[in-house]
């Protein structure tokens, strides 16, 4: 292999010719012989060129999974669902570092029936796995599970009690205290038999199954059938069932119709995590959720995490539902259809939700997901041992003399080059600490570099000089009146509002141990030029790129790469999205006030008429580019009031809001 080809891409790539074209399954692997990645393809061989792209146009965590691999290999099977089934066995059994791990957030209570015992049990546990078990759920709480089946045992009355109380009870002839009590109905009470007993479990689960409405019409017309010939015992009896059926379904909120079973999956995800919420639909009506968290090694596409999630949300405890919707269809759906096909016993159809009901309960499903993901987030970052360690491995990272323990973020934002601003958001300890957080505004810019060296300039301006210098208060002062708005997120003020210069010295006047930037080489080089034009020595500096996380330093030919999971990128990932956060709010709230400001300035425009006008076109911009008739065609602005609205908005030296 020639020198130039070892520098492009790895030693061990195959020859193309020696990679079949047909569907198959492939798997990386370390010196060690240890699969690192396992991976499903259609065309095996146009699936692995990918990897032996280039190494500098490879993803740079699929440049380091590729450099870390000594050997790949592949094994040619006869349809894609063979590839799907071959994966996901040699996923579980072999557990790869760099597929997606999921990892539930919590255990889920199930509903149980013990149909192995001879006289079978309903009861509610966590645990899985029970030999002979028939699962239903999982159920967002313990409660509600618990709440269910004291209604169910109403309607259908079979055994509650534990086993050692019903063998001891059968031995003795002496019902248990749940039998005394009226709240186990076993054999062990004396009420029925053994085969009567097992009659009342096969049409509990047989309505766990179904949960058909229709008996609560059937309960009704039994109850009133007994009463028409006096036999008000059984009538009594029929209408406690009845209550209890009348409950059940009322407590199960009705989100489709009746006949309608179908499985949501809700995906919110990022460049590390995502997060995944599913309803399980049955009957029309919502039986159960569940929500977990995946953790991504590799930063794949929607698709392809999709194909995953659906893959192992399925098992011994939970069967697909008729119809599966997902935010995107993968790749290989019709293969993964008969995949689930083949767990159901049934045809699946796995689709996504354009519109109705079904697109209405996706949103749902997502939002949840996306606050389940939020959650994941700010549980990592507010642990003490976990902030710890990430400040710790941030600092070894870096090459860090000491711990970062105060972090300064600074994002730059604007409106197709008007309205620049920019955030600085504080982390001390690795937490937000939002009363040092500040905004700046900045009149002119060329492009987001130049943005941040002037934000970074004004900001070390405070630390180059000695305490005490008024004149360079004054000045620094001076030059940014006006445009350092104050550090209250809620606030709308500006040069008005700027705080004086000592509160300004002040609030400035924290020394930070790592500057980070949102951007990659061009950013970083900006700001290590104003740090270097400030005279401020002993502070470090380093920029974070979203699109691949990397974390760069000032005049570094290659990036840190922190790993996928870390601690460290993960602290990393929420200074940068809160100072992004931080920049878009001020952005919005400074765009909002400049149009309210042009247009209350005319005559005869009061709020409520700015209100309209803003919300029929949206922008000043656009209402610039209408005509009289157009404007006049809008709530509560008559052809008179129109002319002036236009004259105005086009008299001379009056322009657009930047």
């Given at each position: 292999?020639t020198?130039a080809?070892?520098?492009?891409t790895?030693?061990?790539r195959?020859?193309?010719?020696e ?13 060690d012989?240890?699969?690192l990645?396992?991976g499903?393809?259609?065309?095996l061989?146009a ?5 032996f792209?280039p190494?500098?146009?490879l993803?740079?965590r699929?440049?380091?999974?590729v ?8 094994t ?10 071959l ?6 059994e072999?557990?790869?570092?760099f597929n997606v791990?999921f ?14 015992d001879e006289a079978p ?6 645990k899985?796995?029970i030999?002979?078990?028939r699962y239903f ?7 509600a599970v618990t ?5 169910l045992i109403?309607?259908?009355?079979i055994?509650?009690c534990?086993d050692?109380?019903?063998r001891r ?11 005394q009590i009226?709240?186990c ?10 085969e009567?007993?097992r ?6 689960v ?5 949960q058909?409405?229709?008996i609560?019409?059937?309960?009704e ?5 007994s009463?028409?010939v006096?036999d008000?015992e059984s009538?009594?009896?029929?209408r ?17 119709g009746?006949?309608?079973d179908l499985?949501v999956f809700g995906?919110e995800h990022d460049?590390?995590?995502a ?7 049955r009957?029309?009506?919502?039986r159960?959720e569940r929500?977990?968290?995946v953790d991504k090694?590799?930063d794949?596409p929607l698709?392809e995490?999709v194909d ?8 011994d ?7 599966v ?13 008969t995949?689930?096909?083949g767990?159901?016993g049934r045809?699946?159809t796995l689709?996504?939700?354009?519109r109705?009901?079904?697109a209405?309960l996706l949103?749902t499903a ?7 993901l939020m959650?994941y987030?700010t549980r990592r ?6 902030r710890?360690?990430?400040?710790e ?6 090459g ?12 730059v934002?604007?409106l ?13 300890d690795?937490l937000a600490?939002?009363?040092e957080?500040r905004r700046?505004?900045?009149p ?8 941040i060296?002037q934000?970074?300039?004004?900001r070390?301006a ?19 009146a ?9 606030q709308n ?8 210069v000592?509160?300004?010295?002040k609030k400035?006047a924290?020394?930070p141990?790592?500057?980070v930037v949102d951007g990659?080489q061009p950013?970083v080089?900006?700001a ?9 020595e002993g502070?470090?500096l380093?920029?974070?790129a ?6 760069w ?6 990036p ?7 601690d460290a990128l993960?602290l990393?990932?929420?200074?940068r ?5 931080f ?7 400074r765009r909002k ?5 042009v247009l209350s300035e005319?005559?005869g ?8 006008l ?16 157009e ?10 009031l129109?002319?002036t609205v ?7 030296g ?5």
């Amino acid at each position: 292999m020639t020198t130039a080809l070892s520098r492009d891409t790895v030693p061990y790539r195959p020859k193309p010719g020696e990679i079949p074209t047909g569907p198959g399954v492939y798997r990386f692997r370390d010196a060690d012989r240890r699969v690192l990645y396992v991976g499903k393809a259609k065309n095996l061989r146009a699936r692995l060129s990918n990897y032996f792209a280039p190494l500098y146009s490879l993803h740079e965590r699929t440049r380091r999974m590729v450099l870390s691999a000594a050997s790949v290999e592949w094994t040619v099977v006869a349809s894609d669902v063979e590839a799907l089934n071959l994966e996901i066995t040699w996923i579980n059994e072999l557990k790869p570092p760099f597929n997606v791990r999921f990892k539930d957030d919590k255990s889920y209570p199930y509903l149980v029936v013990t149909l192995a015992d001879e006289a079978p049990r309903a009861m509610v546990s966590r645990k899985r796995g029970i030999p002979g078990a028939r699962y239903f759920g999982p159920y967002p709480k313990m409660w509600a599970v618990t709440d269910m089946l004291e209604i169910l045992i109403k309607l259908f009355p079979i055994r509650t009690c534990k086993d050692s109380d019903y063998r001891r009870a059968m031995a003795t002839g002496k019902p248990c205290f749940a039998g005394q009590i009226g709240r186990c109905f076993g054999p062990c009470s004396g009420r029925v038999t053994v085969e009567e007993h097992r009659a009342n479990v096969d049409r509990f689960v047989a309505f766990m199954q179904n949960q058909d409405p229709r008996i609560v019409r059937d309960l009704e017309r039994e109850m009133h059938a007994s009463s028409a010939v006096l036999d008000y015992e059984s009538a009594a009896r029929k209408r406690d069932q009845l209550q209890a059926a009348t409950a059940f379904f009322e407590k199960s909120a009705v989100v489709l119709g009746d006949r309608v079973d179908l499985d949501v999956f809700g995906i919110e995800h990022d460049e590390l995590a995502a997060a995944v919420h599913l309803f399980m639909v049955r009957g029309g009506r919502i039986r159960g959720e569940r929500s977990w968290t995946v953790d991504k090694e590799l930063d794949v596409p929607l698709g392809e995490l999709v194909d995953v999630v659906v893959q192992n949300a399925y098992g011994d405890d939970l069967t697909p539902a008729r119809e599966v919707v997902v935010p995107e269809l993968p790749d290989d759906a019709e293969a993964l259809e008969t995949w689930l096909g083949g767990l159901a016993g049934r045809n699946v159809t796995l689709r996504v939700a354009q519109r109705g009901a079904k697109a209405q309960l996706l949103a749902t499903a997502t939002q949840n997901a996306k606050q389940s993901l939020m959650l994941y987030k700010t549980r990592r970052s507010a642990d003490f041992t976990t902030r710890s360690r990430a400040l710790e491995d941030i600092q070894e990272a870096l090459g860090m003399a000491d711990a970062p323990l105060r972090i300064e973020c600074y994002d730059v934002s604007h409106l197709s080059g008007t309205n620049i601003v920019a955030s600085m958001v504080v982390f001390e300890d690795g937490l937000a600490r939002k009363d040092e957080y500040r905004r700046f505004t900045i009149p002119s810019s060329t492009d987001d570099t130049d943005s941040i060296h002037q934000v970074l300039t004004r900001r070390l301006a405070y630390l180059a000089r000695p305490a005490g210098d008024e004149a360079s208060d004054q000045a620094v002062a001076g030059a940014g009146a006006g445009r350092d708005a104050p550090n209250d997120d809620t606030q709308n003020g500006d040069a008005a509002d700027v705080p004086v210069v000592s509160e300004r010295r002040k609030k400035f006047a924290y020394r930070p141990n790592l500057l980070v930037v949102d951007g990659g080489q061009p950013q970083v080089a900006a700001a290590a030029r104003a740090l270097e034009e400030s005279g401020v020595e002993g502070i470090y500096l380093c920029g974070i790129a979203k699109r691949l996380e990397e974390i760069w330093t000032p005049e570094a030919d290659f990036p840190v790469i922190l790993p996928r999971n870390s601690d460290a990128l993960f602290l990393f990932q929420r200074v940068r999205d809160e100072a992004h956060r931080f920049a878009i709010t001020h952005q919005r709230q400074r765009r909002k006030r400049d149009i309210s400001t042009v247009l209350s300035e005319i005559p005869g425009l009061g709020p409520a008429r700015v209100r309209e006008l803003l919300k029929h076109f949206g922008s000043v911009k656009r209402l610039r580019g209408a005509g009289e008739t157009e404007i006049a065609e809008v709530k509560g602005i008559g052809p008179s009031l129109a002319a002036t609205v236009h004259a105005h908005l086009h008299a001379d030296g009056v322009s657009a809001p930047r």
